[in-house]
């Protein structure tokens, strides 16, 4: 499989982190895996390009995030964890319509099906 990176995530980042979210809440490390684990290993996500758009959705109050109150017998340092708000799950039904319609237009003009 054709890996999926860098361009073509362009613009649908902030979408696939409220879909991994609408499955529960997680911590960022937790949102690239299941991304990645969900792509099958096509996606190629650069965590550089993940947490500056965790913070961009948390500032347009799409997710929102509080600081874990312990680290649960863990070594390592206290993490954030995001949750999708009602916000953001309005903004995620929106991007699916916009989604099914944009799959419809090219694959109408590529010749797939539709």
Known sequence: MTPIEGEQLRGHLSSLILATLEAGTAHGWEIWTRLEAAGDGALRLKEGSLYPALYRLEQEGLIAARWESQTSGRRGPRRRIYRLTRKGRRRLAA??????????VIGGLLGGVT
């Open 95 to 104: 991007a699916r319509g916009e989604w099914r319609q944009f799959v419809s």
